[in-house]
């Protein structure tokens, strides 16, 4: 099993940046990509941006040249940048395998944006 933590969330003004930040643990060596997935209110959760294990990356067209997913394999740790939020991106941030690998979800960190 793998298990996550996030954290980093806030409120922010819209234009503002925040940094999430993603802990695993576990059998983390069974992790090929990760991702950052989102839930807004009424929503389903959504992937909205990927990292593999070899450094590609993969972007929601929503997000693309705003948000910025990173890692740390030192840290088994991995980061999303987001820059020049919207209210549209306001939503509950979770991170886990990509694909799902029927990992359990972490408590996710929520991110609020406001107009």
């Known amino acids: 099993q793998v298990q996550f933590v996030e954290s980093g969330g806030g409120l922010v003004q819209a234009g503002g940046s925040l940094r999430l930040s993603c802990a695993a643990s576990?059998?983390?060596?069974?992790?090929?990509?990760i991702g950052w997935y989102r839930r807004a209110p009424g929503n389903q959760r959504e992937l909205v941006v990927s990292i593999s294990s070899g450094g590609s990356t993969t972007y929601a067209d929503s997000v693309k040249g705003r948000f910025t997913i990173s890692k740390d394999n030192t840290k088994n740790t991995w980061y999303l940048q987001m820059n020049s939020l919207k209210p549209e991106d306001t939503a509950v941030y979770y991170c886990?395998?990509?694909?799902?690998?029927?990992?359990?979800w972490g408590q996710g960190t929520q991110v609020t944006v406001s107009s």
């Open positions: 886990n395998a990509v694909p799902l690998q029927n990992y359990a």
């Open positions: 576990g059998n983390t060596f069974r992790l090929n990509a």
